[in-house]
């Protein structure tokens, strides 16, 4: 079973940056698409990036392609999102999301998706 475990959330004003991480264990084989998502209360959960590490493609929601980036540390098992420039609507919960070790389609639909983590808390400040 795969297992994500997200971390570097925090309160921080707007126009600083963070970077949040993902690190990915278990399964018999790596997940190849990686994504991060972000939720805030009464709201749907909401596509933020997607990676397939295989070749390095990456997708990215329109409202902060150019602000945040999506990257894998093979040698670490751990992906990553960089975000700089953080404006309050980025307030969310985030989580980082893998497809079955199968999949290698990048979706932006969380349904597609299998494996989930806890999420890390972001809040950013005006």
């Known amino acids: 079973q795969v297992q994500l475990v997200e971390s570097g959330g925090a309160l921080v004003q707007a126009g600083e940056s963070l970077r949040l991480s993902c690190v990915v264990s278990g399964g018999t084989f790596r997940p190849s698409v990686l994504g991060w998502f972000r939720q805030t209360p009464g709201k749907e959960r909401e596509f933020v990036a997607a990676l397939r590490w295989t070749d390095a493609t990456t997708d990215y929601l329109d409202s902060v392609n150019g602000r945040f980036t999506i990257s894998w540390d093979n040698a670490k098992n751990t992906m990553y999102l960089q975000m700089n420039n953080l404006e309050p609507e980025d307030t969310a919960d985030y989580y980082c999301?893998?497809?079955?070790?199968?999949?290698?389609?990048?979706?932006?639909?969380?349904?597609?998706?299998?494996?989930w983590g806890l999420g890390t808390q972001v809040t950013v400040s005006s």
């Open positions: 999301a893998a497809r079955s070790t199968g999949s290698t389609p990048i979706t932006r639909s969380s349904l597609a998706y299998k494996f």
